[in-house]
């Protein structure tokens, strides 16, 4: 579910998996492994976001032009950060889903 949701509704999701407790230990480390992967996935894409508010705020305001050229370049080494850890992150919540489907399977979940 949390894989197909919206980025703000993963936040959503992710608060709510926080409260969920486990008794099984498979689950349980699946679930650390899946909070782990989205809370890292969300912080990329909230970095992404500040990244793109910065750039439209250069954009206004372009009044110091070496102040400009440091933020702007500032604001692409985030994006580029950002855009790394999405890429880890991918393997991670990819390996999530995976995971949760042979829990699934295990346990006769549908």
Same mark, same amino acid.
């Given at each position: 579910?949390? +894989? ?11 608060? +709510?998996?926080?409260?969920? @407790? ?9 679930? #650390?492994?899946?909070?782990?992967? =989205?809370? #890292? ?18 954009? #206004? ?8 050229? #440091? ?5 692409? @080494? ?10 880890? @992150? +991918? ?15 295990? =346990?006769?979940?549908?």
């Amino acid at each position: 579910m949390m +894989r197909l949701s919206s980025n703000h509704d993963k936040h959503l999701w992710l608060a +709510r998996l926080g409260t969920l @407790t486990c008794r099984s230990p498979d689950v349980c480390q699946l679930k #650390e492994a899946c909070q782990k992967a =989205y809370d #890292e996935h969300l912080k990329a894409v909230d970095m992404i976001d500040l990244a793109r508010q910065k750039m439209a705020s250069l954009a #206004e305001d372009s009044a110091v032009p070496d102040a400009s050229a #440091e933020s702007m370049l500032q604001s692409a @080494t985030l994006a580029q950060n950002a855009q790394r850890l999405l890429g880890k @992150t +991918r393997v991670l919540t990819r390996k999530c889903a995976e995971n949760e489907a042979v829990i699934r399977q295990r =346990y006769g979940i549908h």
